[in-house]
Each structure stands twice: as structure tokens, then as C-alpha cells.
């Protein structure tokens, strides 16, 4: 249903119109597309967009939301879990084999489990519903700063790509190399990753990585860092069963076993062994001469 049309790229495409924040006077041109067949609710988060400096659009149906995001550079999304014509779930799940853009999930629901359920599957947050505004506004801040690095390093670092085990975390462009090429990241995977390559081998507890990657604190009953340390797993440990650049500390957080450099490490060139020379000729005894 969905064409590919990556975030980074679609970025690119924005022209020059936009909107003035009257909160900080910044010019913004985020397109924000929220996807909810609740009319009330659109118009609500509509105008609350508009008036924080967004450029708010409105689909009700998977349909509608298809044509946005293949004709349209957008920059977030919010979805609704439920919608007339498709499971928000599935739509995720779709979306994420070929899309980065950020995806903030609405849910009318507390489950725990449709939480871990979207966060598995590349969700770079979610809201619970009735929506809360201030919350709203600055979760989607929040991950448009992480998400947008407008050519800037990112704080913490002066380097451009950071090189661990076999990969290249490219800080500016928000990418990660392998061996087999791109190594397709959400926002709040990327977030979290780059924060523990950066720590180069500390240790870091689960609130610490929560306020980095979702701006907020964490409750023992809070998996998100869980759910998104298993899937940067999934994506770059050859064993998931048995990870060698990730670690678990029990009771303390997670850190990266990989040494980390800011310069390419230099190609291991080969060297036969070399093996012992043997004299294979026969050794003929010296024959006396009877005198």
C-alpha cells in the first residue's frame, strides 16, 4: 500500500513555507500527520499543532493516510490504533519495513501489552487517550529534535561516526552501517544506541537511557527500554541468545562490550603461516672406500 519514501529523504523535499511558533518564534516547517477517523479529535490536535507552530494533517482513513505519506514530506505521524478500513498495529508493522519516519501510536487503552506491542514493532512512542496537550506537544518536540540533527553533530560528541564491533554509527546523517549495508533504525532505536555507543563501555541504568530516548522518567512496570534494546538486538547481534555487544547488567542497565573508536579501524590484512621447511631428499650415508 505504501511506496518507500524514507524520512530523511522525504526531509529534503520541504519548500520554504512555514509557520511562526509563538512559543519560541522559531519558523517550523515539521509536517505533522495525525491519522484518526475521531473528527473531534483531529480538529482538537489540529489546532493545537497549528498554534505551537506545526503544520497539522488531517487522514481518517488508511487510504487517505497513504496518499499523505507518498505524496507529502512528512515529518511525524500520529496513529490511531484503531481505524474503519486497518489495524494501526499492522499499518506500524508495514510502515516500518521501509520507513523511518517517526510514528507516535494513539491508543484509548492502558494495556501494557499494546504498548510493548508497539514499541516491538518500531513505535517511537505512544499517548493514551484523551490526549493531554502539553504532553503531547512536547513528546512530538522531543523526538523531532532527536530525529533532526539539521547537519550538527549531536551533543556529546565531536565526532561524525562512531565505530563499534562491525558497524559505523554515523551521528550526523542518524544512519548505522554493516557489513551488509544500512541497518534500517527507528528514531528511538537510533537514540538509544547512539547514547550507549557514546557511553563507550559505561554503564547505563534503564532511567538514565528512558530520559534520553523518551524525555521521561522511569516506573518499574516500564518496558520500553527492555522492548527497545531487543530489537537493536534482533538487528545487529548475530546471537540474540548469547549478545556480544550489547551486555545486560542485572539490576543495573546496559552498556556496549564492543571497544568504540572515531577513527575506521585499519583492515586486519593476512598473513600466511609459515609452515616449516622440510628437506625432503634422501640422505644417502657416505660409503667408505676400502683400502
Known amino acids: 500500500m505504501f511506496s518507500r519514501l524514507p524520512?530523511?529523504?522525504?526531509?529534503?523535499?520541504?519548500?520554504?513555507?512555514?509557520?511562526?511558533?509563538?512559543?519560541?518564534?522559531?519558523?517550523?516547517?515539521?509536517?505533522i500527520?495525525?491519522?484518526?477517523?475521531?473528527?473531534?479529535?483531529?480538529?482538537?490536535?489540529?489546532?493545537?499543532?497549528?498554534?505551537?507552530?506545526?503544520?497539522?494533517?488531517?487522514?481518517?482513513?488508511?487510504?487517505?493516510?497513504?496518499?499523505?505519506v507518498e505524496s507529502t514530506a512528512i515529518d511525524l505521524i500520529l496513529l490511531d490504533i484503531e481505524l474503519p478500513d486497518g489495524d494501526g498495529i499492522e499499518i506500524l508493522r508495514e510502515m516500518r519495513n521501509y520507513?523511518?519516519?517517526p510514528i507516535i501510536m494513539l491508543t484509548g487503552s492502558g494495556s501494557a501489552s499494546d504498548r510493548i506491542v508497539a514499541l516491538e514493532l518500531g513505535a517511537d512512542d505512544y499517548i493514551k487517550k484523551p490526549v493531554n496537550s502539553r504532553e503531547l506537544v512536547a513528546r512530538i518536540r522531543n523526538i523531532l529534535r532527536r530525529f533532526q540533527s539539521n547537519g550538527q553533530n549531536a551533543p556529546g560528541t565531536d565526532e561524525p561516526c562512531l565505530y563499534f564491533a562491525d558497524y559505523c554509527l554515523?551521528?550526523?546523517?542518524?544512519?548505522?552501517?554493516g557489513d551488509g549495508g544500512e541497518v534500517l533504525l527507528t528514531a528511538a532505536e537510533f537514540d538509544l544506541l547512539h547514547a550507549l555507543v557514546d557511553a563507550?563501555?559505561?554503564?547505563?541504568?534503564?532511567?538514565?537511557?528512558?530520559?534520553?530516548?523518551?524525555?521521561?522518567?522511569?516506573?518499574?512496570?516500564?518496558?520500553?527500554v527492555d522492548v527497545l534494546i531487543a530489537n537493536i538486538r534482533r538487528k545487529i547481534e548475530s546471537d540474540r541468545g548469547r549478545p556480544r555487544i550489547i551486555k545486560t547488567v542485572r539490576g543495573g542497565g546496559y552498556m556496549i562490550a564492543s571497544p568504540v573508536s572515531n577513527t575506521q579501524p585499519e583492515p586486519e590484512l593476512f598473513e600466511p603461516r609459515q609452515l616449516p621447511t622440510t628437506d625432503y631428499r634422501r640422505q644417502v650415508a657416505p660409503t667408505s672406500v676400502a683400502g
Not at 46 to 68: D, I, N
Open 200 to 224: 563507550r563501555g559505561r554503564l547505563l541504568t534503564r532511567d538514565y537511557l528512558l530520559s534520553t530516548t523518551r524525555g521521561r522518567g522511569w516506573s518499574p512496570d516500564d518496558r520500553s
Open 7 to 31: 524520512r530523511k529523504q522525504a526531509g529534503k523535499q520541504m519548500g520554504t513555507l512555514g509557520f511562526t511558533d509563538s512559543t519560541n518564534n522559531k519558523t517550523t516547517t515539521d509536517r
Open 170 to 177: 554515523n551521528v550526523q546523517n542518524r544512519t548505522l552501517q
Open 99 to 101: 520507513s523511518d519516519i
Open 33 to 68: 500527520l495525525i491519522v484518526d477517523d475521531d473528527a473531534t479529535l483531529c480538529e482538537y490536535v489540529s489546532e493545537l499543532l497549528a498554534r505551537r507552530g506545526f503544520q497539522p494533517v488531517v487522514a481518517r482513513t488508511v487510504l487517505e493516510m497513504a496518499h499523505y
